[in-house]
């Protein structure tokens, strides 16, 4: 059974950074490519950041250059630090498999930006 639980997400200033985590149980973690989702109010949830059980990583748009993926496989964590954080990443984000997503999602972390 997959569970995912996040954390670090709060409340930051325009321009800030946070790191999020993940932390995976089951025996998926090291097999998978995981990544990273986001739900703001009124919109649809959103594929942020992907990385493969090698390392290999991809990014939405959005967030080039601005957040990096990276996990531990020794761990089974997902994390994903984000910099010159902007009012519309705020959203609740979420880890998961990478695409697709297990049916089953965590709780999330909500992260929110604003001065």
């Known amino acids: 059974q997959v569970q995912l639980v996040e954390s670090g997400g709060g409340l930051v200033q325009p321009g800030g950074s946070l790191r999020l985590s993940c932390a995976a149980s089951?025996?998926?973690?090291?097999?998978?490519?995981m990544g990273w989702y986001r739900q703001a109010p009124g919109k649809q949830r959103e594929l942020v950041a992907g990385?493969?059980?090698?390392?290999?990583?991809n990014y939405a748009d959005s967030v080039k250059g601005r957040f990096t993926i990276s996990r531990d496989n020794a761990k089974n964590t997902v994390s994903l630090q984000m910099n010159s954080l902007n009012p519309e990443d705020t959203a609740v984000y979420y880890c998961?498999?990478?695409?697709?997503?297990?049916?089953?999602w965590g709780q999330g972390t909500q992260v929110t930006v604003s001065s």
């Open positions: 089951g025996r998926f973690f090291s097999s998978n490519a």
């Open positions: 998961n498999r990478f695409q697709p997503p297990f049916a089953s």
């Open positions: 990385i493969r059980s090698g390392g290999s990583t």
